[in-house]
Structure formats: C-alpha cells, structure tokens
C-alpha cells in the first residue's frame, strides 16, 4: 500500500495552482486598470480625496472642456490631464438666482491664457462651494457633503430636490 504522493500528482497540483494564480492576477489587474479608467463627473470628487495636498486641490478644464488638469496648492500635478467632458459644461452657483458661473482664466505657459470651462476647488476638509454642472443631458449636483455627485436629469429637479433636503432640516428641529 502505497503512502506518498506520486511525483506527477505533485507536480500536477504545482500547474493547477499556477493557472488559478495567473488567472486571479489577471483579473485583478484588468478590475484595477477599469477602476482608474472610469474617473467622470459623478466620482471625479472621490478620485480628487486619493490625492495628498496641504491647502487647496483644484481641478480645472479647459480648452472646451478637454483637458481637465489637476492642481494642488497652485502647482500643475505632472500627468494630470483626464477626460472627463464630451461637450462644455454650464456650470451654475447654488444659490437664489442660480446664475452661471464664469471661471478665471488660467495661464499656463506665460504668454497664453486658457478659459476655464470647469472648475472644481478643494480645501483641506474636502469642501468647496455647491455647484450644479449641466452637460450631455445630465445635471450634477455637487454638495461639499458628500464625495460623490448627485446625478440628475433634468435641472428642475436638482431645485426641487435641494429644496425638500433644506425643508426636512427645517422642519426635524
């Protein structure tokens, strides 16, 4: 009788482990390369949280909105440029006349300015002013309370919905 393994049944294990690694680690690279890839609109401010600043983080888009590029404390981030618009954004301030924003003009190499299209500016507890982004039939509401952006689809409905959260607050006291 027979108490030991073979030496093919050994190395048959050995190759069955190796393929079940190759396999996990393939498919873990592929979900983390999917994971960078998928920086948009709606988790561009959970994206903005990885990155390590002292006072201000601040993303900016221009050129129609094609190059966002990603500034932290005043100084351009190397490698920094996303894609993260197809069309120019409207972007509007929350507030009673909800006019839209016009952002400052950046300059990048001395002798050029860029119009800003988008602007999205952190500071040190990941606050910055609401905002509401209209773009590829979609509105945004950017609330500094949350990382995430609330997606909506019609502009209407990001007044009315602010509007309910402000008089549930109201009315729980």
Same mark, same amino acid.
């Given at each position: ?5 073979? $030496?093919? &049944? ?20 592929? $979900? ?8 948009? $609109? ?7 949280? +990885? ?45 009673? /006349? ?35 982004? &209209? ?9 500094? $309370?949350?990382?995430?952006? +609330? ?11 602010? +509007? ?7 009315? /729980?006291?």
């Amino acid at each position: 009788m027979k108490k030991a393994f073979s $030496l093919f &049944e050994l190395i048959l294990v050995v190759v069955i482990i190796g393929i079940s690694y190759t396999f996990i680690n393939i498919n873990f690279s592929k $979900l983390s390369k999917k994971d960078e890839a998928t920086v948009n $609109l709606k988790n561009i401010k959970e994206y903005l949280s +990885t990155i390590e600043y002292n006072d201000t983080l601040s993303l900016k888009c221009i050129d129609e909105a094609k190059r966002c590029l990603i500034f932290v404390d005043g100084e351009l981030l190397e490698e920094s440029n996303l894609d993260i618009f197809k069309s120019i954004p409207t972007v509007y301030s929350y507030d009673e /006349a909800m006019n839209i924003k016009d952002f400052e003009y950046i300059d990048m190499d001395g002798y050029r300015n860029f119009k800003v299209d988008f602007e999205l500016t952190l500071d040190k507890e990941l606050r910055h002013e609401d905002l509401i982004v &209209e773009v590829d039939e979609k509105v945004y509401y950017f609330n500094p $309370l949350f990382l995430k952006a +609330t997606e909506f689809t019609y502009l209407n409905e990001v007044i009315g919905a602010i +509007t309910k959260k402000i008089d549930e607050v109201k009315y /729980a006291f």
